[in-house]
C-alpha cells in the first residue's frame, strides 16, 4: 500500500515518540497493541485524517478498567 506525504509525516511522529518518550508512559498503555503502534496502523488502514481521529480517541479510552486486545 502506497502512503501519502500526510501519512508518512503522522507515522514519523509517532515513531519519534517511541522512541524519545519516557519509559514510564511508553509502557503505562493498557492496550494490545499499544497505542502508538494503533495509531499507525490506523492511519495505514484509514488514511491520514480517520485513522488519526481513531488514534486519538483510542488514546482517550486507555484510563481504567478499559484495556485488552484493540485493533483498529
Do not use: E, F
Not at 33 to 46: A, G, R
Request: hydrophobic share 35%.
Amino acid at each position: 500500500m502506497k502512503l501519502n506525504l500526510l501519512q508518512k509525516s503522522i507515522i514519523c511522529l509517532v515513531r519519534l515518540y517511541q522512541k524519545k518518550a519516557p519509559v514510564s508512559l511508553r509502557q503505562s498503555c493498557r492496550y494490545t497493541p499499544s497505542c502508538s503502534n494503533y495509531m499507525i496502523l490506523s492511519v495505514i488502514k484509514y488514511g491520514a485524517l480517520k485513522g488519526s481521529l481513531k488514534g486519538i480517541s483510542r488514546i482517550l479510552r486507555c484510563h481504567s478498567p478499559n484495556g485488552g486486545i484493540d485493533y483498529p
